[in-house]
């Protein structure tokens, strides 16, 4: 597990979260900030998206993307995971 400060908030990201990219903004599907009725999904900025995806930090497949399109319809881009091993060498 690695702290990874999006927005105002560091979030505990491990293997098994997604971000969900449908081409407008990421937003990390499996989290959550707030409680009750100011409960909200994070949104990731598009530099922290870029910046992971340029240093390997994150990864998508065809099943990966496939999986988007089955839950949210062909609007979705993909889903994306963390590669939390190499987060863990990089230091975060």
């Not at 999006?6 to 903004?25: M, S």
């Not at 599907?29 to 870029?50: C, D, Q, Y």
Request: hydrophobic share 45%.
């Amino acid at each position: 597990m690695v702290k990874l400060k999006v927005g105002r908030n560091i979030l505990d990201i491990d293997e098994n979260d997604l971000i969900l990219d449908n081409g407008a903004c990421y937003q990390i599907i499996t989290k959550r900030i707030g409680f009750g009725f100011n409960e909200l999904i994070p949104v990731m900025s598009k530099k922290l998206f870029a910046d992971l995806k340029k240093c390997g930090l994150i990864f998508t497949s065809e099943g990966l993307r496939q999986a988007a399109v089955k839950k949210y319809g062909n609007h979705v881009v993909a889903f994306w995971k963390f590669d939390v091993n190499q987060m863990q060498k990089m230091g975060y």
